[in-house]
C-alpha cells in the first residue's frame, strides 16, 4: 500500500537531512492536517532532519503506520540511516480528549522532556506522557511503526482538531489559504526547543 501511495501524481515526498535527530509527517496534508506544516517548521527551527508524505487529493489515503516501511521509500530509508531518534507528528479527534496531545513511541524519557516544554507554553492543553492515559491504538508501540525504527526510538506525537484548528479563519491552520493559528505557533517553538535541548546519546528510558 505505501508503495503504491508513493506513485500517485496527488502524493509527495519531502526530505531534509540536518541533524541526527529526526521529525516526520507521513500523514500530512489533507490527511491529518497541518501536521506536515509543523514538523517541516519544527525540523528547521531546531536543526533536525524532516522526512513527510504530503496528499493533496479530496480523499486521502491512510496508510497505517506499520505499513510506512523504508523498503518502499528511498527517501525514507535515507532518513532512517541519517538519523538516531525521532518525533512523528498526528492528528487524531475523539471527543473526550478534545484538549489532549497524546505522547506515545518507546522512548519515554524524550516524551517526558517534550511534555515538560510544551505544558506551560499551552495551558488549554493536558499533554499525556504516561502510557496508561493513551488509548493503545493511539499508543505507538508497535516494533515496525517508524517512531520505534530508529536507535533510540522516537515519541509518537498525536495532536487533537482543536490544537490543529485557526478558529479565527475557521479552517485548518496552514492548510490552503488559511494563516497559522497561535497555539500552532506557540507548539512549534515549544516543540523546537525541546530538540534543541535533548541530548542525543540519551537512551529510550
Known amino acids: 500500500m505505501f508503495e503504491q501511495l508513493l506513485t500517485q501524481d496527488d502524493v509527495t515526498e519531502e526530505l531534509a537531512l540536518r541533524s541526527s535527530f529526526g521529525v516526520m509527517a507521513y500523514h500530512g496534508g ?5 501536521t506536515d506544516a509543523i514538523a ?3 525540523a ?9 508524505v504530503v496528499q493533496t487529493a479530496e480523499e486521502p489515503t ?18 532512517l540511516e541519517h538519523i538516531n531518534v525521532v518525533v512523528t507528528i498526528h492528528g487524531y479527534g475523539r471527543e473526550h480528549l ?4 497524546l505522547l506515545g513511541g518507546r522512548n519515554r524519557a524524550l516524551a517526558r522532556h517534550i511534555a515538560a516544554h510544551s505544558r506551560f507554553v499551552l495551558p488549554r492543553f493536558t499533554f499525556h506522557d504516561q502510557l496508561d492515559e493513551i488509548p493503545r491504538e493511539l499508543a505507538g508501540q508497535h516494533k515496525r511503526n517508524p517512531v520505534n525504527l530508529p536507535p533510540n526510538k522516537g515519541v509518537q506525537i498525536e495532536l487533537p482538531p482543536t490544537l490543529r484548528w485557526n478558529r479565527a479563519e475557521w479552517g485548518w491552520s496552514d492548510h490552503g489559504e488559511i494563516g497559522r493559528a497561535p497555539q500552532v505557533d506557540a507548539f512549534i517553538g515549544s516543540l523546537a526547543a525541546a530538540i534543541r535541548t535533548w541530548p542525543l546519546a540519551t537512551p529510550p528510558a
Open 40 to 42: 517541516r517548521e519544527t
Open 98 to 101: 478534545f484538549h489532549s496531545v
Open 44 to 52: 528547521a527551527l531546531a536543526g533536525a532532519s524532516y522526512y513527510g
Open 62 to 79: 491512510h496508510i497505517a503506520s506499520t505499513e510506512v516501511a523504508a523498503s518502499h521509500s528511498e527517501a525514507l530509508a535515507t532518513f
Open 30 to 34: 489533507s490527511l491529518e492536517k497541518t
